[in-house]
């Protein structure tokens, strides 16, 4: 069993600060890319931000500047610093990460359950 459990959403006034973290946990042998996409209503989830095992990053163009993704292996934790939050932000943040639970086996993309975070004065 493998869970990943996100935390440090909640609610910003625009331009404020946030940070996210999503602790895998588990029976895990290793763990590749892991990344943050999130889900605005009515909406279909987006791709926010990943990072590979060797730390090779990607983002959004829209949040691009803002936003820092970052990753602890030993606690095998990834982060995400949100910045200059704006309204369009507002949505509900999912990590993602591709773990492998047993040698040789395909590493499988799990989720966690999601975190809310919403943007407004």
């Known amino acids: 069993q493998v869970q990943l459990v996100e935390s440090g959403g909640g609610l910003v006034q625009p331009g404020g600060s946030l940070r996210l973290s999503c602790a895998a946990s588990?029976?895990?042998?290793?763990?590749?890319?892991m990344g943050w996409y999130r889900q605005a209503p009515g909406k279909e989830r987006d791709l926010v931000a990943t990072?590979?095992?060797?730390?090779?990053?990607t983002y959004a163009e829209s949040v691009k500047g803002r936003f820092a993704i970052s990753r602890d292996h030993a606690k095998a934790t990834v982060y995400l610093q949100m910045n200059s939050l704006k309204p369009e932000d507002t949505a509900v943040y999912f990590c993602?990460?591709?773990?492998?639970?047993?040698?040789?086996?395909?590493?499988?993309?799990?989720w966690g359950q999601g975190t809310q975070v919403t943007v407004s004065s």
């Open positions: 588990g029976s895990i042998v290793g763990i590749n890319s």
């Open positions: 993602n990460a591709d773990i492998m639970t047993w040698y040789g086996t395909p590493y499988v993309a799990y």
């Open positions: 990072i590979t095992s060797g730390g090779t990053t």
